[in-house]
């Protein structure tokens, strides 16, 4: 049975990143190959224009699968939650 | 509660005072408050706007608080960080760690703040007389915060 939800990524994008994306988050089916954050960063840094400059090779970006820090080759599942944002700066 | 985001200013005294409670084996009570300046690289600053990102925030600052409760002897901690529309001199944040010692308490404290700024999932955007401005993050929070990996020496 296929779960129409479950079955694709959760993106989210933040603060910076967002504005320079144009994007706040979208769901995306889980593209074949694609199981690693290193991979999706790839992936989408492929659509080119300001997803190639943001996402390129040494551009300081965190990644975060369904809420803990990851790094390039933390797993990626279907249902996940991948967030992508600039390094943080509170407190 | 040990961990908050909220857009409401907080009192201080009360916090650490509800920290407190009625623990009759606390000795010492450390809090560090962060407070936004009104300027930040040589540049004014009118206004900030801190974005989080709801539900890992509030995960990393209590497995922050986890990490100081394995590290040092600590009755208790609280985290509580604002987010929205702040002006120079407000209250951003505020961290207070309750321990039988002012030893553990300082160093858990600082631990906890050093983390929060390069862990914890907040950004600042600055109106400045150029516009707005995200921050941008400093080496020396991450320096800040690589010096508490090193191994535990002598002193404690």
Known sequence: ?91 | MPVRVQTEDFDVGRELAALRGDDRSVGAVAAFVGTVRDVNADVSVAAMTLEHYPGMTEKALASIIDDAKARWAIADALVIHRVGALRPADQIVLVGVTSAHRGDAFAACEFIIDYLKTRAPFWKKEETPDGARWVEARASDDDAAARWRAPPGPAE
């Open chain 1, 1 to 91: 049975m296929r779960d129409s939800v479950n079955a694709t990524l959760s993106l989210v994008y933040l603060a910076r990143l967002r504005e320079a994306l144009g994007a706040t988050s979208e769901h995306i089916d889980a593209p074949p190959g694609v199981t690693t954050v290193g991979a999706l960063r790839g992936w989408l840094a492929a659509r080119g224009g300001a997803w190639a400059i943001e996402l390129a090779p040494g551009r300081a970006v965190r990644i975060a699968v369904n809420h803990d820090l990851a790094d390039a080759d933390t797993p990626v599942r279907p249902g996940d939650e991948v967030a992508l944002f600039p390094p943080v700066t509170g407190g």
